[in-house]
């Protein structure tokens, strides 16, 4: 089993930047993927950005050129850099742990909130 757990969230004026972490632990095979999702109130989850264990990454077009996906695989952690924060970035994000079979784990979020 693996559990995730998110930080990093918060309330950030628009053009502000947050940094979100997430730490994987228990058993954690490779290769896998990790990455984010959001939720924003009334909408359905949608996918931010991912970094497999080899450091491909992959970003919605939403979030292109502001927001940077990391991670340190010692500390199976990993990260989203976010810069340039809009309002339509408020949401719950969701980290997320994934194998190749379709099988994945997932943190219990973190509020972020971008508003003036």
């Known amino acids: 089993q693996v559990q995730l757990v998110e930080s990093g969230g918060g309330l950030v004026q628009p053009g502000g930047s947050l940094r979100l972490s997430c730490a994987a632990s228990?058993?954690?095979?490779?290769?896998?993927?990790m990455g984010w999702y959001r939720q924003a109130p009334g909408k359905q989850r949608e996918f931010v950005a991912r970094?497999?264990?080899?450091?491909?990454?992959n970003y919605a077009d939403s979030v292109k050129g502001r927001f940077t996906i990391s991670r340190d695989n010692r500390k199976n952690t990993v990260y989203l850099q976010m810069n340039s924060l809009k309002p339509e970035d408020t949401a719950v994000y969701f980290c997320?742990?994934?194998?190749?079979?379709?099988?994945?784990?997932w943190g219990q979020g973190t509020q972020v909130t971008v508003s003036s």
């Open positions: 228990g058993s954690i095979f490779s290769p896998n993927s």
């Open positions: 997320y742990l994934r194998y190749s079979s379709g099988q994945d784990f």
């Open positions: 970094v497999s264990s080899g450091g491909s990454t």
